[in-house]
């Protein structure tokens, strides 16, 4: 690569934001060229190295303009909400640019929005941004294809208090794997909710269940279940970091730091890391 990649990130005042701004400035190949934050924020005009507790400032300040930052960016990554990612991916789309997704909750009609967008830019988009999550989705996948439909599938998953959806983005990734690897679609097996005299467990289906509480960063299991025989895989986050580093891999992997010149089009973890689907 040549000149590094410039990065800007959305939510910059949360800590997501905060921490991939320390990361970004940390890695080679990249810097930090920017950072969002909604109107009214009092963050606005606060400079990014000392709002992400750098040593120094950087002499970038914080915008409410997502126009004027995406101009002067190579990629943005986007941990935000669904809305806020729609409108961050046809700005990343009329500008060309690398646009990295980890919002998670999105409903239908906002993913085909997101395809839209990815016809004119490149947009990377993940439940989990973690090499050990995407990991553990090629194993699932894996998994669901070598043991036959008689083995039960749930995913269990547990978050922090704040968080606002579920299942997880991870949870469904997972999920999705598994279906992958039965070669079913998961919006027709998917058991999300169980309560009261709910009947037996309808065969080939894949059950959610979530849990809140504390500040559980993310941990998820993926159980594998038959008469007398069980099987669990897992992951434990134990730091967000972990996220932030898989989003800056995946900009720069937009930007071509592989030497493989990127076009538009929608895609994944897995395509960053070069794992099997």
């Known amino acids: 690569m040549g000149a ?17 701004i320390r990361l970004i400035h940390e890695t080679p190949g990249a810097a930090v060229s920017g950072g969002i934050e909604v109107k009214g924020s009092p963050h606005v005009g606060a400079d990014l190295g000392t709002l992400a507790g750098l040593a120094e400032p950087i002499g970038i300040v914080v915008s409410d303009d997502p126009l004027a930052v995406i101009k002067d960016a190579d990629a943005l990554i986007d941990f935000s909400v669904p809305a806020a990612s729609v409108e961050f991916a046809g700005l990343a789309a009329q ?7 980890g919002t998670t ?7 085909e929005r997101i395809r839209a967008a990815a016809r004119h830019a490149t947009i990377i988009k993940a439940g989990n941004m973690s090499l050990g999550v995407n990991l553990l989705a090629s194993l699932v996948r894996q998994a669901a294809r070598a043991l036959d439909p008689a083995w039960d599938i749930e995913i269990v998953e547990m978050h922090h208090r704040h968080k606002v959806d579920a299942p997880s983005g991870t949870a469904l990734l997972l999920g999705q794997a598994a279906a992958e690897g039965r070669g079913i679609t998961l919006s027709n097996h998917s058991e999300r909710g169980r309560d009261g005299l709910t009947g037996a467990r309808e065969s080939g289906a894949i059950g959610f269940a979530s849990l809140r509480g504390g500040s559980v960063v993310g941990d998820h299991q993926v159980i594998f279940a038959t008469e007398s025989e069980r099987i669990t895989l897992g992951h434990i986050a134990e ?9 800056i891999r995946a900009a720069l992997w937009g930007q071509g730091s592989d030497n493989q010149k990127r076009g538009p089009g929608l895609f994944d973890m897995a395509d960053v890391l070069g794992l099997d689907k």
């Open 239 to 247: 730091d967000r970091a972990i996220f932030a580093r898989g989003a």
């Open 95 to 101: 500008a060309r640019i690398v646009h990295v997704i």
């Open 105 to 111: 909750g999105f409903e239908e009609a906002q993913e």
């Open 4 to 20: 590094d990649v410039k990065i800007a990130v959305t939510g910059v005042a949360g800590r997501m934001g905060r921490t991939l």
